[in-house]
T-cell receptor, first 111, second 114 residues
Framework: SQQGEEDPQALSIQEGENATMNCSYK?????LQWYRQNSGRGLVHLIL?????REKHSGRLRVTLDTSKKSSSLLITASRAADTASYFC???????????FGKGTTLSVSS | DAGITQSPRHKVTETGTPVTLRCHQT?????MYWYRQDPGHGLRLIHY???????DKGEVSDGYSVSRSKTEDFLLTLESATSSQTSVYFC?????????????FGPGTRLTVL
């Protein structure tokens, strides 16, 4: 069953704007991860945040986690056309266990 | 794509025929996974492996079987393909030594069952 649900399903912005995607999940987690998928390609890991962390940064990415609300957000600052892709959140446990993915947010960045 | 290849990349087959998809890794990672991706459903786990000859079922395992006779290869078999198995199939791997289950994905196989 689906664990994460991303919101919005689709997002269109202009280059240079910020893009925010949200993810809600249902059960307790060990960690939450965000992945990017370019059209016709496999998923690429972007960032992982542990359940005891509240915020994490990686380049232009900022992820927050609120375990009390069972939600996470991914912020991409100063978006570029190359950021056009689908973004998925996934919840996980320890190494060797499967991830449970949400349905994704499709981001379109126009120049 | 992190030393993961999938073959074939595209396949068209007919209902009732057997199909085998192959995932090959050069990373020597212990864990391997098969997912399917469908519009409106995201990625769903079919089967996974935690070592040679050690496999377990995922959320949508009905109609699929897997085998792992070597660390580097994880095979997904559709014994008798059905149209509902038309999908894009992704293989993923993760390390045994990782504290968390970050996964690395292959490029995918697009399967069409007519």
């Amino acid at each position: 069953s689906q664990q994460g649900e991303e919101d919005p399903q689709a997002l269109s912005i202009q280059e240079g704007e910020n893009a925010t995607m949200n993810c809600s999940y249902k059960t307790s987690i060990n960690n939450l991860q965000w992945y990017r998928q370019n059209s016709g390609r496999g998923l690429v890991h972007l960032i992982l945040i542990r359940s005891n962390e509240r915020e994490k940064h990686s380049g232009r990415l900022r992820v927050t986690l609120d375990t009390s609300k069972k939600s996470s957000s991914l912020l991409i600052t100063a978006s570029r056309a190359a950021d056009t892709a689908s973004y998925f959140c996934a919840t996980g446990e320890q190494a060797g266990t499967a991830l449970i993915f949400g349905k994704g947010t499709t981001l379109s960045v126009s120049s | 794509d992190a030393g993961i290849t999938q073959s074939p990349r595209h396949k068209v087959t007919e209902t009732g025929t057997p199909v085998t998809l192959r995932c090959h890794q050069t990373e020597n990672h212990r864990y391997m996974y098969w997912y399917r991706q469908d519009p409106g459903h995201g990625l769903r786990l079919i089967h996974y492996s935690y070592g040679v000859k050690d496999t377990d079922k995922g959320e949508v395992s009905d109609g699929y079987s897997v085998s792992r006779s070597k660390t580097e290869d994880f095979l997904l078999t559709l014994e008798s393909a059905t149209s509902s198995q038309t999908s894009v199939y992704f293989c993923a791997i993760s390390e045994e030594t990782a504290s968390y289950n970050e996964q690395f994905f292959g490029p995918g196989t697009r399967l069409t069952v007519l």
